[in-house]
């Protein structure tokens, strides 16, 4: 079957300063060509510094002239995150984007990141939290669009308040879950917070459909040492134009939430086709996991403590 090409119109965005979280490969290097094209000077903080320089190579092959930098951010180590920051405050310019897209998914046993929180919880959301904390002043100067990745699966599960880090009863996909729930929570907390204190910031979700990416493909690193029968199934559908999208067609949904004049703060954003899979990109109803304002303040607090990592109160 044949895939009709989709495609989104993105501004000039020179003179505008984006940090992207997960840039070096899959969907976000795709968002990060996009964004260097249209002329954003770009700031790629990145756990794996040699999948970095590899990442700005292949982007200045499509676009020789890109304003790229690179520097060395673990979100599964708070100490990281806050090192990175330090870095982006005592530079001072102002950014203006922030997409929030890194994450991982389904590690087979329950693994922990540095602080010792479960690793997807800790890397997919509390990492991203702490990254908006010690760049809010930047955010703030930049009155900035916050963009947050999130997932279908944020439209399953529950947060597990009785056991936020699966320490007793871990599962991959619930885990996952939470993860993301969590973090759409936050970005839809943050815009709330920035409109009752003046910080300028708006802040809304997006989420990339089902397309063929390395998040369920073999990662030793996770204790997965091949590939996942379900991202077989996605690479052979994606491949014939069924249902799911490509990479290309995945970073539309965030590319378009983060610059779209269209898009607004607390809203979500995906894949218009059938189930959400693939298609355009357009707003979409928020998923019922995310409509509880109480669930939201309480996911703002418990992420605060548990990064150490406070917003201001006006």
Same mark, same amino acid.
């Given at each position: ?5 989709? =495609? ?6 020179? !003179? ?32 794996? &510094? ?20 690179? $520097? ?12 990175? *920051? ?5 530079? !001072?310019?102002?950014? $203006? ?5 890194? *994450? ?11 602080? %010792?929180?479960? +690793?997807?919880?800790?890397?997919? $959301? ?9 760049? +809010?002043? &930047? &955010? ?21 308040? =009785? =056991?936020?880090?699966?320490? $007793? ?39 990339? /459909? ?12 996770? /204790? ?16 014939? !134009?069924? +249902? ?33 899979? %693939? ?6 109803? +928020? ?28």
């Amino acid at each position: 079957m044949a895939r009709r090409p989709l =495609d989104i119109t993105i501004p000039n965005l020179t !003179g505008t300063r984006a940090v992207l979280t997960g840039g070096s490969d899959g969907i976000g290097l795709r968002i990060a060509t996009r964004l260097a094209a249209a002329g954003a000077t770009l700031v790629l903080p990145v756990r794996n &510094l040699p999948k970095g320089e590899a990442a700005i190579a292949t982007i200045r092959e499509t676009v020789p002239s890109a304003a790229v930098s690179l $520097h060395p951010m673990d979100l599964a180590s708070l100490e990281s995150v806050a090192a990175f *920051g330090e870095t982006m405050r005592r530079e !001072g310019s102002p950014i $203006h984007l922030l997409i929030n897209n890194a *994450g991982i998914m389904t590690p087979p046993a329950r693994q922990t990141t540095d602080d %010792g929180f479960e +690793l997807q919880f800790g890397t997919n $959301h509390l990492g991203h939290v702490a990254l908006v904390s010690h760049l +809010l002043p &930047l &955010l703030r100067a930049g009155r900035a669009r916050v963009t947050s990745q999130v997932s279908v699966a944020a439209n399953q599960g529950a947060i597990n308040w =009785d =056991d936020l880090n699966w320490a $007793h009863s871990y599962d991959g996909m619930r885990a996952y879950s939470q993860s993301k729930i969590a973090l759409g929570l936050f970005g839809l907390e943050l815009g709330r917070r920035s409109a009752a204190n003046g910080w300028g910031i708006s802040s809304n979700l997006s989420h990339p /459909g089902v397309a063929p990416t390395n998040l369920l493909s073999a990662r030793p690193e996770l /204790g997965r040492t091949g590939d996942t029968r379900s991202v077989r199934v996605i690479r052979w559908l994606s491949g014939r !134009g069924i +249902l799911t999208g490509t990479p290309e067609s995945a970073a539309l949904t965030a590319l378009y939430a983060a610059i779209s004049p269209n898009a607004k703060s607390g809203r979500l954003y995906g894949p218009q086709g059938l189930a959400h899979m %693939g298609g355009a990109p357009a707003e979409q109803t +928020l998923y019922s996991r995310l409509r509880s304002e109480d669930e939201a303040r309480s996911v703002w607090q418990v992420s605060e403590e548990m990064t150490r990592a406070p917003f201001p109160v006006g």
